[in-house]
């Protein structure tokens, strides 16, 4: 069973696009968060959502709007796709507090 | 907020050395320090974990040691494999904090 699962794995779109990606995790974590890392590997944190309140919201762009129905579920949407979006972007979960997080695959974003 | 250095940004080591990857941080309140092995096409895994009550901690080939008066720690993979070959991160955390990311060092092991 996948612990943090995110879709799509790819998604190649146009400049000026709004897509969505999907992030479920199935550890009972009452945290999940969205890192963006770019091509120098750098992990950045971009929000992080604990039973379903927004409590991080770094230096992003509000053309990025997290929406978490659950607290299972943590989906990223973003508007008016720009190039500098490209990047891969990971959802992982925790439990609060010191404890690990554990990480989804990633979704390579690619904007032509 | 927290700053992560982490060093080498690359580290080539033959198959049976030893590998030692080096990280430092700013916040004295930090107490949780754990690692991530990222492989090609895959999320960051964690591979092993330290808090600050603790100097050091093993799991099998894998080690880290923990400073916290000199604010580093580091991570000993001994007996290395092709099969360590990767991206591993280090991070801090203070309890209600965010984790900090070192920027991440690239081990190749040749065979």
């Known amino acids: 069973d996948t612990a943090v699962s995110q879709t799509p794995k790819y998604l190649v779109t146009q400049m000026g696009n709004d897509k969505s990606i999907k992030c479920e995790q199935n550890l009972g974590h009452d945290t999940m968060y969205w890192y963006k890392q770019d091509s120098k590997k750098f992990l950045k944190i971009m929000f992080s959502y604990n039973n379903k309140e927004l409590i991080i919201n770094e230096t992003v762009p509000n053309r990025f709007s997290p929406k978490s129905p659950d607290k299972a579920h943590l989906n990223l949407h973003i508007n008016s796709l720009e190039l500098g979006d490209s990047a891969v972007y990971f959802c992982?979960?925790?439990?609060?507090?010191?404890?690990?997080?554990?990480f989804g695959d990633g979704t390579r974003l690619s904007i032509l | 907020g927290e700053n992560v250095e982490q060093h080498p940004s690359t580290l080539s080591v033959q198959e049976g050395d030893s590998a030692v990857i080096k990280c430092t941080y700013s916040d004295s309140a930090s107490n949780y320090f754990p690692w991530y092995k990222q492989e090609l096409g895959k999320g960051p895994q964690l591979i092993i974990d330290i808090r600050s009550n603790v100097g050091e901690k093993k799991d099998q080939r894998i080690a880290v040691t923990l400073n916290k008066t000199a604010k580093h720690f580091s991570l000993h993979i001994t007996e290395t494999q092709p099969e360590d070959s990767a991206v591993y991160f280090c991070?801090?955390?203070?309890?209600?904090?965010?984790?900090?990311f070192g920027t991440g060092t690239s081990l190749t092991v040749i065979p």
């Open positions: 992982a979960s925790s439990q609060g507090g010191l404890q690990p997080q554990h």
């Open positions: 991070a801090a955390q203070r309890l209600g904090n965010q984790f900090y």
